[in-house]
């Protein structure tokens, strides 16, 4: 199946500094990958849709200046927590559609802010 | 965008079938509805996708009936691994376009016991 891959896998970073979570998919372009963030016992919270060569669209209640997504190629979106605090402590998911109707989802990445 | 309502755990015993039924009346023409696995500190899984009736793969099945308000996803003879958080979701998934966002629910707590 499609691969979806996620680096780093864990990062841990002081309060105030800024972290680059990078979303690869290997073997397929995807025009359209989605963040996702996950705190413990709780489900996935869509946080943004990242469209390849455009500005994302993030959702209600998510700050976009908070979280900076890039999807510069058809292979890589990124986000960037700038200025981490603690409560940013989460999982990070990216997802991308592969051509058809499948969604697939990268490892997730743990931060944790100190 | 339709909600899904699943039961928040069930249990079962190795060997069994599992059937996790996940209500979603609200469901629009082209959402396909899509069931995920997801283990601890990772990103879901792909299960099945189906639109409509019955859909099988190596697996799961997935069951649709008619009106579409509901789905049921079976796992046939689970095993001590098929412990997870099982989500139902429905989105329409659209080549080229910003749909394709996916709302998790609660998901489902599935625990297999020996």
């Known amino acids: 199946g499609a691969v979806v891959s996620q680096h780093p896998s864990w990062v841990i970073c002081k309060s105030g500094t800024s972290v680059k979570i990078e979303c690869r998919s290997l073997?397929?372009?995807?025009?359209?990958m989605f963040w996702y963030r996950q705190f413990p016992k709780q489900s996935l919270m869509l946080m943004a849709t990242s469209n390849e060569g455009s500005k994302a669209t993030y959702e209600q209640g998510v700050e976009k200046d908070k979280f900076l997504i890039n999807h510069a190629s058809l292979t890589l979106s990124t986000l960037t927590v700038t200025s981490a605090h603690p409560e940013d402590s989460s999982f990070y998911i990216c997802s991308a559609i592969r051509w058809g109707n499948e969604q697939f989802f990268g490892p997730g990445t743990r931060l944790t802010v100190l | 965008l339709a909600k899904t309502t699943q039961p928040i755990s069930m249990d079962s015993y190795e060997g069994q079938e599992v059937n996790i039924t996940c209500s979603h009346n609200?469901?629009?023409?082209?959402?396909?509805i899509t069931w995920y696995q997801q283990f601890p500190s990772q990103g879901p899984r792909f299960i099945i996708q189906g639109y409509k009736t019955k859909v099988t793969n190596e697996v799961a099945s997935l069951f649709i009936p008619a009106d579409r308000k509901s789905s049921t996803l079976s796992l046939p003879r689970v095993s001590l691994s098929d412990t997870a958080v099982y989500y139902c979701l429905v989105g329409d998934v659209d080549r080229g376009s910003t749909l394709g966002r996916l709302y998790f629910g609660r998901g489902t707590q599935l625990t297999v016991w020996p």
């Open positions: 609200n469901i629009a023409t082209n959402d396909y």
């Open positions: 073997d397929f372009q995807a025009t359209t």
